[in-house]
Every structure is written in C-alpha cells, then in structure tokens.
C-alpha cells in the first residue's frame, strides 16, 4: 500500500501563492487517483481537487476553480497542488488522499489512504 506525506505548507498573505507537496513511497503514485481535500476548523473535510490515474483527467472544487492547480510529478512519485490568489477562506489543513480506482471521487469516503495533512494559513 501507499504511504503519503504532505509538505509545504505555511503563512501566506491574502493573494499570495503557495505550493504544496505530497510525497508518495511504498507503490507509485501512476497506481493511484490522487486528491486534496482541506478541512478548516469546525467545518466538515471537504473536496479541493483530483487528478486521475492516468494523469489526463483533472477535477476541482468550484471554489477553488482557476486558482489552484494539482498536478503530478512522476520523476518525485509527488503530487503538487499550486494555489494562487489565495484568500483566508482557504485557510485548513490540506490532505493528500489516493484510491486506486481510476476515476476521481469528490467524497472523502471514496479514499483508501491518507496523509497527515499539512496546515495552510491565509492572513488577511
């Protein structure tokens, strides 16, 4: 199985950008539809982005839509999630997540494994 690592993650100010990583070991990340999900205190985890198994297939929150960017690093067996524009509504703790289906799930439920998270905090 897949163990994940989140990295990058920090203080930025509003309308900055951030990168965020996670680093994949154990089985390669072209096995796997990876994700990011974010949780800010007191709400409930929800979808933030998806990239498909094969790479050709990207899928966004609607509140993140033209801002962020996931992509694959297949060199690193990484996944980056490029965040521009941000605002303190993105503030949460970010999670990579994979399943090994090949298509992407907006539920966390859809998802096997996951990472610690790793905490984005936008000021104002």
């Known amino acids: 199985q897949v163990q994940l690592q989140e990295s990058g993650g920090g203080l930025v100010q509003a309308g900055g950008s951030l990168r965020i990583s996670c680093a994949a070991s154990g089985r390669t990340i072209s096995d796997y539809t990876m994700a990011w999900f974010r949780q800010a205190s007191g709400k409930e985890r929800e979808f933030v982005a998806g990239?498909?198994?094969?790479?050709?297939?990207?899928h966004y929150a609607d509140s993140v839509k033209g801002r962020f960017t996931i992509s694959r690093g297949s060199a690193k067996n990484t996944v980056y999630l490029q965040m521009n524009s941000l605002n303190p509504e993105d503030t949460a703790n970010y999670y990579c997540?994979?399943?090994?289906?090949?298509?992407?799930?907006?539920?966390?439920?859809?998802?096997?494994?996951w990472g610690q998270g790793t905490q984005v905090t936008v000021s104002s």
């Open positions: 990239i498909s198994r094969s790479g050709g297939t990207t």
């Open positions: 997540t994979a399943r090994a289906l090949r298509w992407v799930g907006v539920s966390q439920n859809d998802y096997d494994y």
